[in-house]
């Protein structure tokens, strides 16, 4: 109850009482004792913060860690030997605790084979040469901060292809391609079109939907070579007019059954081409059975939208 009663007055005179029960047999205490080191603990506190940095308890030296900021600087030879603690929560809470006092460590910081101290390490860096770098880190997690970080400072790199890690290969594309369309940058919007996972197919074709990126020859050229054989279907879905039922035919004719079939099914609906017409009749006796089934299907359907007009 006294306890208790300390802490609804918050009185941080009890701080030396609660030090003592560090090491009371009955968990409760020391669980308070804790909390109460935590909620009081100040600048003044340093030789507490010593004692706890070198207490056999974990818990205790990564409590330690957690509050020595607030003795500002002469917390950092405290947290120079928490670093390098044989617990790994110690040493990472030790790291985080060290970079926000000292940015200058961040060089350090950054060679530790663990990935979790080299993330805070970037969180800490404005260097965007240095963020950059990171971005080839062998931890995947590691260059997803470095380009979080690169965002929340305002800077975007225009490194996209250069990105072996799909996940931020995305994101920068999402990023980037408002600016690439702003600015008619058809070169590396194509050079988006070849290898896109097929995240990347969806942002490409929201991106393009409402752009004639039909008179980009370039573009048309990559997603004809894409390593992706569905992305053209897609970019096509939408499309009306002569140039994009040329490129239909020629996919209807020449690319692979799955393709055939995409551009099949995307016709549903809506009024077909005499060149597209023409050859429906020879795609219903294809010997694979999916397009035969998708270009009967799509000749039935056109020819219950003329009788409907």
Same mark, same amino acid.
């Not at 507490?48 to 409590?63: A, D, F, H």
């Not at 800490?124 to 260059?143: A, I, N, T, W, Y």
């Not at 690319?255 to 079939?261: G, Q």
């Given at each position: 109850?006294?306890?208790?009663?300390?802490?609804?007055?918050?009185?941080?005179?009890?701080?030396?009482?609660?030090?003592?029960?560090?090491?009371?047999?009955?968990?409760?205490?020391?669980?308070?004792?804790?909390?109460? =080191?935590?909620?009081?603990?100040?600048?003044?506190?340093?030789?507490?913060?010593?004692?706890?940095? =070198?207490?056999?308890?974990?818990?205790?030296?990564?409590?330690?860690?957690?509050?020595?900021?607030?003795?500002?600087?002469?917390?950092?030879?405290?947290?120079?030997?928490?670093?390098?603690?044989?617990?790994?929560?110690?040493?990472?809470?030790?790291?985080?605790?060290?970079?926000?006092?000292?940015?200058?460590?961040?060089?350090?910081?950054?060679?530790?084979?663990?990935?979790?101290?080299?993330?805070?390490?970037?969180?800490?860096?404005?260097?965007?040469?240095?963020?950059?770098?990171?971005?080839?880190?062998?931890?995947?997690?590691?260059?997803?901060?470095?380009?979080?970080?690169?965002?929340?400072?305002?800077? =975007?790199?225009?490194?996209?292809?250069?990105?072996?890690?799909?996940?931020?290969?995305?994101?920068?594309?999402?990023?980037?391609?408002?600016?690439?369309?702003?600015?008619?940058?058809?070169?590396?919007?194509?050079?988006?079109?070849?290898?896109?996972?097929?995240?990347?197919?969806?942002?490409?074709?929201?991106?393009?939907?409402?752009?004639?990126?039909?008179?980009?020859?370039?573009?048309?050229?990559?997603?004809?070579?894409?390593?992706?054989?569905?992305?053209?279907?897609?970019?096509?879905?939408?499309?009306?007019?002569? =140039?994009?039922?040329?490129?239909?035919?020629?996919?209807?004719?020449?690319?692979?059954?799955?393709?055939?079939?995409?551009?099949?099914?995307?016709?549903?609906?809506?009024?077909?081409?005499?060149?597209?017409?023409?050859?429906?009749?020879?795609?219903?006796?294809?010997?694979?059975?999916?397009?035969?089934?998708?270009?009967?299907?799509?000749?039935?359907?056109?020819?219950?939208?003329?009788?409907?007009?």
């Amino acid at each position: 109850m006294a306890v208790r009663r300390l802490f609804e007055i918050d009185d941080s005179a009890a701080l030396s009482s609660f030090v003592e029960m560090l090491d009371s047999d009955d968990e409760w205490f020391v669980d308070k004792s804790v909390d109460a =080191i935590r909620r009081w603990v100040g600048a003044e506190h340093r030789k507490l913060v010593v004692q706890l940095s =070198i207490r056999k308890e974990g818990r205790l030296r990564l409590l330690s860690a957690e509050i020595s900021t607030r003795i500002g600087t002469e917390a950092l030879p405290i947290l120079s030997t928490l670093c390098m603690d044989s617990e790994s929560t110690v040493r990472r809470e030790a790291w985080r605790s060290r970079l926000s006092i000292d940015p200058g460590t961040i060089p350090v910081a950054i060679e530790s084979e663990d990935h979790v101290v080299r993330k805070t390490a970037i969180s800490h860096s404005g260097d965007v040469v240095f963020l950059e770098k990171m971005l080839h880190d062998q931890h995947p997690r590691v260059r997803e901060a470095a380009l979080d970080q690169m965002i929340s400072i305002g800077h =975007i790199p225009n490194i996209v292809d250069e990105m072996v890690d799909d996940r931020l290969r995305l994101k920068l594309a999402k990023l980037l391609l408002p600016k690439m369309l702003d600015s008619g940058d058809v070169t590396s919007i194509a050079s988006l079109c070849l290898n896109p996972t097929p995240s990347l197919r969806k942002v490409l074709a929201e991106a393009l939907e409402n752009t004639d990126w039909l008179e980009w020859s370039e573009v048309i050229d990559a997603a004809k070579n894409s390593s992706d054989n569905l992305l053209l279907p897609r970019l096509l879905r939408s499309k009306k007019g002569p =140039i994009a039922d040329g490129i239909r035919v020629e996919l209807l004719l020449q690319a692979e059954d799955s393709t055939r079939v995409r551009i099949l099914e995307h016709l549903h609906g809506r009024n077909v081409s005499k060149s597209i017409m023409e050859i429906l009749p020879n795609l219903c006796e294809n010997e694979n059975p999916l397009v035969a089934q998708a270009a009967t299907s799509l000749l039935k359907d056109s020819a219950t939208l003329e009788s409907e007009i």
